[in-house]
């Protein structure tokens, strides 16, 4: 029982350190992406990933519930889909979204996928490993 918090408690720190470091590149890149625009800049986009991101991670941390470690998990898986989907498409203008097919594996593009893809799986865990209630236990 106790090594299952530790471990919980491990995700968590994962997690976060991982939306942590998803937020600060996006948020560093933001500017160089500006003049990428539709409706919406490019670099716009990166401010919107790096604030989700970074309420994320304190959600993770300060309010421990299934409903955070999804949102945490939403975001992550989000924007790593949505990095590999860019690098590998030229999906092109959609409506008020710019075209932002990059091809280069640059190395923030490497952290930041690593950085989404381990969060994934630390959220996942939790969400997977939710403790029984005690009314559920009695049963």
Known sequence: MASHFVTRIAARLVAAAGLAVNAYVHADLAAEHDPVVATLSEG???????????????????????????????????????????????VGRLGPLPGMYDPAWTGEKKLAALAQAVTVVATGYLLLTRPRTLARHRR
Do not use: K, M, N
Request: glycine share 6%; aromatic share 10%; charged share 15%.
């Open 44 to 90: 716009t986009l990166f401010r919107v990933e790096a604030a989700l991101a970074a309420l994320a991670a304190l959600l993770v941390l300060l309010w421990r519930r299934p409903a955070s470690d999804a949102f945490a998990c939403i975001v992550a898986g989000g924007g790593l889909v949505l990095l590999l989907l860019y690098r590998y498409v030229d």
